[in-house]
Nanobody
Framework: QVQLVQSGGGLVQAGGSLRLSCAASGRTFSTLPMGWFRQAPGKEREFVAAITVTGGDTYYRDSVKGRFTISRANAANTVYLQMNNLKSEDTGLYFC????????????????WGQGTQVTVSS
């Protein structure tokens, strides 16, 4: 049984930084792509970032490029999202995702999800 356990998040002022972590168990983590999504109240879940199996390729939504960095530590079965220069529009519930069949950018194409962690950026 796959389990994704998230940590990190919280309340930060605009311009600040946070790091999210997502630890996976139950599958061969190192053979699967990972991603991060977020969801603001009343809005659909949206793609934030994704990373390939080896970490050689990363993908970001345009609004976070240059501010967010996705990385993975396969030995620790963990994926990270470093978020710098946070803005109020980054506020939302952040989810990690494992194993995609289709588009990295489409939430419905991911198989497994973390429990979500709240990120709130005050302006």
């Amino acid at each position: 049984q796959v389990q994704l356990v998230q940590s990190g998040g919280g309340l930060v002022q605009a311009g600040g930084s946070l790091r999210l972590s997502c630890a996976a168990s139950g599958r061969t983590f190192s053979t699967l792509p990972m991603g991060w999504f977020r969801q603001a109240p009343g809005k659909e879940r949206e793609f934030v970032a994704a990373i390939t199996v080896t970490g050689g390729d990363t993908y970001y939504r345009d609004s976070v490029k240059g501010r967010f960095t996705i990385s993975r530590a396969n030995a620790a079965n963990t994926v990270y999202l470093q978020m710098n220069n946070l803005k109020s529009e980054d506020t939302g519930l952040y989810f990690c995702a494992l194993d995609v069949d289709g588009s990295y950018r489409r939430a419905g194409d991911w198989e497994y999800w973390g429990q979500g962690t709240q990120v709130t950026v005050s302006s």
